[in-house]
Nanobody, 123 residues
Framework: VQLQASGGGLVQAGGSLTLSCLDSGDAFKNHAAGWFRQTAGQEREFVAAISRGGGSRQYGDSVKDRFSITRDNAKTTLYLQMDNLKPEDTAVYFC?????????????????WGRGTLVTVSS
């Protein structure tokens, strides 16, 4: 598993961004996957997760109804559509994969993750 997130940038509050995460390995379709974010000195915060087939999705309370996670197994790519962004969404966003095909109860328990991409939301 080799993950690379992209798509971060600077956006005004109320704006939108779409993050992408490419898995250059060959096990993407077998693993549930998701996103977490982190700011300096803070614990990682769960953002969203999706099961290996895409039939199950979960979201962190702070992003529900604003963010949407999807995946394209043929392209081994994970996406995060972020709408109505708020300054408190500013963080480094990481994509990750779980060891299982289903989303685990410990949603921050990613087995694999790559470099993050910085999202900055200005007020």
């Amino acid at each position: 598993v080799q993950l690379q997130a992209s798509g971060g940038g600077l956006v005004q509050a109320g704006g939108s961004l779409t993050l992408s995460c490419l898995d250059s390995g060959d096990a993407f379709k077998n693993h549930a996957a998701g996103w977490f974010r982190q700011t300096a000195g803070q614990e990682r915060e769960f953002v969203a997760a999706i099961s290996r087939g895409g039939g199950s999705r979960q979201y962190g309370d702070s992003v529900k109804d604003r963010f949407s996670i999807t995946r394209d197994n043929a392209k081994t790519t994970l996406y995060l559509q972020m709408d109505n962004l708020k300054p408190e969404d500013t963080a480094v966003y990481f994509c990750g994969e779980y060891r299982t095909g289903l989303i685990p109860s410990q949603t921050t328990d990613f087995a694999f993750w790559g470099r993050g991409t910085l999202v900055t939301v200005s007020s």
